[in-house]
């Protein structure tokens, strides 16, 4: 009886779930009147608009994964060695991006860092860009400092850091040599999260008026019919890449731990 | 040792190596969420006024705020109901053990699926064209669209929200429901108790805590999606996100203090869900641990 219950609801939820995705995946197939046909990929992946955009977001997601490493880890070591007391307050603080919407965030980016301002940063395409990766950083601060952070937790700081020393590693060296090869797994994981984010972030990208993949695709989803369903064929196969990496990675080191 | 106790006598230097991150976060999250804070109580002038708070009760931003919970709310609520039926399908529902990771798998990349390319997928397939909606029209011959649904309204956007809602809730709840412990639903069981008793009273008291909790997150979750909402229903959908969306591109509210009020209240609002969920969330711990 139990099982007949478990069975209908896990059926009915993952109809809901392959509806939209056969549904995207059928529209973006049938450009072409009365067979089905690649002419909507085609097109899109021939725009230059799509490339350009594309390559924008792919470059602003390895900055903003690049930028949130060399914040994250560091800080994340030094309250594991240094700071626990700091431990409450620096995790509220990652987890603010959660409770407080982007959209609000980047409004405050554009009052505060505008070309009037103190800091204008909005004043030049470069200083605009920064600021959208600093925005995507926030954006993925919850993700990259829990996978750190819980990386670390299996290492033991503490020794690990004392051996170095005393062997007179500078603390550049700790960091890159030993501490990040130890939490690589953690790192990639969030790198990939990241990576998901950025590549389908809209609203920040939009309000700083730069020329990313999300904007793109919700502009094309205003004027066009079969090229969104090819986009979000597209995007969907970006998630589930990033995921499956993430699982690959995490099972990759269980694996090697399970070894030593 | 020698070395720690040696750093500890220089405190400023334990400091140094956290001034990154707080500068960082000050300068990027903390000090842009204050200013919009502050603006909303003052005037253009710089002094101090409750005027732009009072201004927003307006029809046209008391709706935007009204359709926006309401929509987060049923969201979160159906997300959860149907979340919950999954999850204890795979934990306590005696199915295959093959079943539960995938399913746990294609949550994290389903909840992941947000934004415009969602937007998209329900419209290829329940929009106006969409697959379905040719299917029921051609091969049964009914019209959505006469029955009353439209995918660009807020049963539209609720009924897509639900795609990242519902596995948000799987895998919140899949750890609390494996930490329901088998003894207690043999003692419920030698106890005398039916499978039905079971649950009523012992399981799901336990389970409250983290089920509450999830729903507030599952709305604040909602409350702040802007992308989704934009690309389903273009601008023409008076919500929350979608008015400050607009106030920020071209001030459609004509006072740019009245926009910092309007993202104050949005602040407030998945500021008090989320207190909600940490809170219930310590409380779920005492049991599910």
Not at chain 1, 233 to 257: P, S
Not at chain 2, 233 to 242: C, E
Request: hydrophobic letters at 55%; one cysteine or more.
């Amino acid at each position: 009886m139990i099982r007949i219950w478990s069975w209908g609801a896990l059926i009915i939820g993952m109809i809901y779930f392959i509806l939209p995705l056969v549904g995207m995946t059928e529209f973006s197939l049938s450009m072409r009147r009365g067979e089905y046909s690649f002419d909507a990929y085609a097109v899109v992946l021939s725009d230059s608009q799509f490339q350009a955009t594309f390559s924008y977001s792919v470059i602003m997601a390895l900055f903003t994964i690049v930028f949130g490493v060399l914040l994250v880890v560091p800080t994340a070591y030094w309250v594991r060695l240094r700071m626990p007391e700091l431990r409450p307050y620096v995790e509220f603080i990652t987890l603010l991006p959660l409770v407080i919407p982007a959209i609000v965030v980047v409004f405050g980016y554009i009052r505060l860092y505008n070309t009037s301002s103190w800091l204008p940063m909005t004043g030049t395409a470069l200083g605009t860009n920064i600021l959208l990766m600093f925005g995507y950083a926030t954006l993925s601060l919850p993700y990259m400092y829990r996978a750190v952070d819980t990386g670390l937790r299996a290492v033991d700081v503490g020794t690990l850091t004392e051996a170095a020393q005393s062997l007179g590693a500078s603390w550049v060296t700790i960091l890159a040599r030993i501490i990040l090869p130890n939490v690589l797994a953690a790192v990639l994981s969030g790198a990939f999260l990241t990576f998901a984010i950025v590549m389908g972030e809209f609203t920040m990208a939009a309000l700083l008026d730069r020329p990313a993949f999300g904007p793109y695709m919700q502009l094309l989803g205003a004027n066009r019919a079969y090229e969104p369903s090819a986009l979000a064929v597209i995007a969907f196969a970006i998630t589930w890449a990033c995921m499956g990496l993430i699982q690959l990675v995490t099972r990759f080191t269980k694996h090697t731990r399970a070894q030593t | 040792m020698a070395g720690m106790t040696s750093l500890r006598r220089f405190a400023p230097l334990r400091w140094l190596g956290m001034v990154p991150f707080f500068a960082f976060t000050f300068l990027f999250l903390i000090l842009p969420t204050l200013y919009i804070v502050f603006g909303a109580f003052r005037t253009p002038q710089g002094a101090f006024t409750f005027d732009n708070i009072l201004a927003l009760n307006t029809p046209s931003i008391r709706s935007a705020y009204w359709v926006s919970i309401k929509v987060s709310f049923m969201s979160a609520l159906l997300g959860c109901l149907i979340g919950f039926a999954m999850a204890a399908a795979v934990t306590v529902g005696r199915l295959p053990r093959g079943v539960r990771n995938p399913l746990v798998t294609f949550s994290g990349v389903a909840s992941n699926f947000a934004g415009v390319p969602l937007a998209f997928a329900f419209i290829a397939t329940i929009g106006p064209a969409g697959l379905i909606t040719a299917y029921l029209r051609t091969e049964w011959g009914i019209n959505l669209r006469l029955l009353g649904f439209n995918l660009l309204s807020t049963k539209g956007l609720i009924l897509t929200y639900l795609f990242f809602q519902i596995p948000l809730m799987i895998l919140i709840i899949t750890p609390a429901l494996d930490g329901l412990k088998r003894e207690w639903r043999e003692a419920a069981a030698i106890l005398g108790a039916s499978g039905f008793q079971y649950w009523r009273s012992v399981a799901l008291p336990i389970l409250f805590p983290s089920i509450l909790g999830t729903l507030a997150l599952l709305f604040a979750n909602a409350f702040g999606a802007v992308a989704t909402a934009i690309a389903l229903t273009g601008p023409s959908l008076n919500i929350a996100p979608i008015l400050l969306y607009a106030q920020i591109r071209g001030d459609v509210l004509g006072s740019p203090n009245l926009g910092y009020a309007l993202a104050f209240g949005m602040i407030v609002i998945t500021g008090l869900a989320n207190t909600v969920y940490i809170w219930l969330r310590a409380r779920s711990e005492r049991w599910l641990k």
